[in-house]
């Protein structure tokens, strides 16, 4: 389909259409997976055109294939952003578009919940190079306004952030941040809502960052990443970050997987959000549970900015219990239908304990500081029935 044709369709079609490769003369339903490293060239003179970027065709893998081209199309689309391509990883996109982004002397300013190696990549490796870096709660909106710099150029968060479940207002920090410099880009790791939930761009964000490895493939087969935001910056990414800086490139293979994940991207985040909010439910009635973390719940601190920021909840919970360390190990390690995982977003049910796993990049007075307990343990609920989801949680609630 032609991008003409795909104007004003909605967001169930542009899942499954856009960017669809054809072949004529053979055309698949599928796209074919293009395993190819390099491209020929007709002569030497196209081959130079290619290279100047006076002609676009492919050249090479790493600057472009039609795999990773179809994956760009459609989270571009899905986003509502300009431009989009797909990477190696979600810390792949994090670090190319940080490396496009920055340079010595530069200051980024960042949410102080993050995924763990995000945490560790801003703190130990960009200050290497010497940008300033400074992390805050941007929940509270007094101390983006307060530490915003002339030198800032970036600013980074997640909502809701990993692992906490904290929400950072998108428009709110957009508004601020482009009142101070319009210049200074706004970067909105998306990985928990996906676009079905948020879009960050239509909120006033720059940029918009995913780990694909979670819900965008949704089967826990992938690892892969994605960045999304204006042609010009996108391009950049591309020709200069990716291609140059990390060389996080993506497989065809990879691409034609997450392609396939795309397509049931809506259905899969309503079952997930679904089973979150029962299970979400569920857990904060229970007796030995001391505290839920969930957008969906009243309880949370930030329910109304979740009613209005996002479609839906999303499938993310974290929780306390009101018992020892032991306790809640015996627990996780009782569950049998609840996996023992890091990552998020697949079919299955994965539980983890982020302060010694997906977090442990944190020292215990930075947990301490972005609010992340050593109690805590997240799960990133399943498409599982719920009912099977919370027969486990009650099994292993029941021995300690
Ligand atoms: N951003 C967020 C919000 C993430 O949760 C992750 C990975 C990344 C970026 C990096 O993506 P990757 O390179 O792994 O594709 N989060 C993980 C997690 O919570 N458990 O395992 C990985």
């Given at each position: 389909m032609s991008e003409h044709d795909m104007k004003g369709q909605g967001f169930s079609t542009k899942q499954i259409?856009?960017?669809?490769?054809d072949i004529p003369?053979?055309?698949?339903?599928a796209t074919p997976i293009f395993q190819t490293s390099t491209f020929v060239f007709d002569d030497t003179e196209q081959g130079a055109r290619r290279f100047t970027g006076d002609e676009t065709g492919y050249i090479y893998t790493r600057l472009g294939n039609p795999n990773t081209t179809q994956l760009g199309e459609k989270l571009a689309a899905l986003e509502g952003a300009e431009a989009a391509i797909a990477v190696g990883s979600g810390m792949g996109a994090v670090t190319t578009a940080m490396w496009t982004a920055l340079r010595a002397g530069d200051h980024l300013l960042a949410d102080d919940s993050l995924y763990g190696c995000t945490f560790s990549y801003f703190t130990h490796g960009l200050t290497r190079f010497g940008v300033e870096v400074t992390l805050v709660?941007?929940?509270?909106l007094e101390n983006v306004k307060n530490n915003l710099r002339p030198n800032t150029k970036a600013v980074y968060f997640e909502s809701p952030t990993n692992p906490n479940l904290k929400l950072v207002d998108i428009s709110a920090v957009s508004n601020i941040v482009h009142a101070h410099n319009p210049e200074c880009l706004v970067f909105v790791d998306n990985t928990f809502c996906t676009p079905c939930l948020q879009q960050p761009i239509k909120l006033g964000a720059d940029v918009v960052i995913h780990s694909?490895?979670?819900?965008?493939?949704?089967?826990?087969?992938v690892i892969a990443g994605m960045i999304a935001g204006s042609s010009a910056f996108i391009s950049e990414c591309n020709l200069f970050?990716?291609?140059?800086?990390?060389?996080a490139v993506l497989g065809p293979f990879e691409a034609f997987l997450i392609n396939r994940g795309f397509k049931t991207l809506d259905i899969r985040m309503e079952k997930h959000c679904k089973n979150a909010m029962i299970i979400a439910e569920h857990l904060e009635k229970h007796p030995k549970v001391k505290r839920v973390l969930y957008p969906?719940?009243?309880?949370?601190?930030q329910h109304e900015l979740a009613k209005r920021q996002m479609q839906d909840f999303g499938g993310m919970i974290s929780f306390e219990l009101n018992t020892t360390r032991e306790e809640s190990a015996k627990f996780i390690n009782s569950l049998r239908l609840c996996t023992l995982a890091v990552s998020l977003g697949d079919a299955e049910t994965l539980i983890e304990h982020p302060a010694t796993m997906t977090h442990s990049t944190y020292t215990a007075e930075e947990l301490l500081k972005a609010n992340i307990p050593q109690s805590l343990i997240r799960i990133s609920v399943g498409l599982e029935d719920v009912d099977d989801i919370i027969a486990d949680l009650e099994y292993g609630l029941s021995l300690i």
């Open positions: 259409h856009v960017g669809h490769f003369g053979i055309n698949p339903l709660d941007f929940s509270n694909a490895t979670k819900y965008l493939n949704g089967h826990g087969d970050g990716l291609k140059d800086m990390t060389g969906g719940l009243e309880s949370h601190p």
